[in-house]
T-cell receptor
Framework: GAVVSQHPSRVICKSGTSVKIECRSL??????MFWYRQFPKKSLMLMAT?????????EQGVEKDKFLINHASLTLSTLTVTSAHPEDSSFYIC????????????FGQGTRLTVV | RKEVEQDPGPFNVPEGATVAFNCTYS??????FFWYRQDCRKEPKLLMS???SGNEDGRFTAQLNRASQYISLLIRDSKLSDSATYLC?????????????FGAGTQVVVTP
């Protein structure tokens, strides 16, 4: 199946700093990628849709200035958590669909962010 | 009301037994349905797509009931390695492919 790679898998940062998370499609081109976050024992919540070459589309309640998304190429989307606070600590996961493989989405390995 | 609802469990299942659980969805415009499996602190992985006529993949059987707006997953001859959280996932017809709505998951614990 399609491969989506996410980096880093784990990061600890201080309050007030910014953290960048990368999501790459390794063997296909993804014009659209999706960013989710998941709190313990909760469902994945869609944060935003990342569109190659244009602005991301954010879900209601997600601050676009807080969570900066850049989709500069067909294989890379980045999520930057700006001025991180402890409440931003969560599991962030990206996904993408390979148009040549049907409707299912493939996920990156996830990034566990801890803000101290 | 949540768009996708699941019984959180846990379902404690003896090894070799059968377990089944459902998921309901509220948006009748939903067009694609999936079961994903998520292990603790890992990313979700596709278990199987769910087709209108129902489908089977080895020990796993998925059913879709559009009239009642639910899908089900049945696991036969449970293995210890089946212990995981099973996520019900829906793609709405009004959304682009890949934009998914997740249930909170049903935890299954298979015991020796």
């Amino acid at each position: 199946g399609a491969v989506v790679s996410q980096h880093p898998s784990r990061v600890i940062c201080k309050s007030g700093t910014s953290v960048k998370i990368e999501c790459r499609s390794l063997d296909f081109q993804a014009t659209t990628m999706f960013w989710y976050r998941q709190f313990p024992k909760k469902s994945l919540m869609l944060m935003a849709t990342s569109n190659e070459g244009s602005k991301a589309t954010y879900e209601q309640g997600v601050e676009k200035d807080k969570f900066l998304i850049n989709h500069a190429s067909l294989t890379l989307s980045t999520l930057t958590v700006t001025s991180a606070h402890p409440e931003d600590s969560s599991f962030y996961i990206c996904s993408a669909r390979d148009p040549g493989q049907g409707p299912e989405a493939f996920f990156g390995q996830g990034t566990r962010l801890t803000v101290v | 009301r949540k768009e996708v609802e699941q019984d959180p469990g846990p379902f404690n299942v003896p090894e070799g037994a059968t377990v089944a659980f459902n998921c309901t969805y509220s948006n009748s415009a939903s067009q694609s349905f999936f079961w994903y499996r998520q292990d603790c602190r890992k990313e979700p992985k596709l278990l199987m797509s769910v087709y209108s006529s129902g489908n089977e993949d080895g020990r796993f059987t998925a059913q879709l009931n559009r009239a009642s707006q639910y899908i089900s997953l049945l696991i036969r001859d449970s293995k210890l390695s089946d212990s995981a959280t099973y996520l019900c996932v829906v793609n709405r017809a009004t959304d682009s492919w890949g934009k998914l709505q997740f249930g909170a998951g049903t935890q299954v614990v298979v015991t020796p």
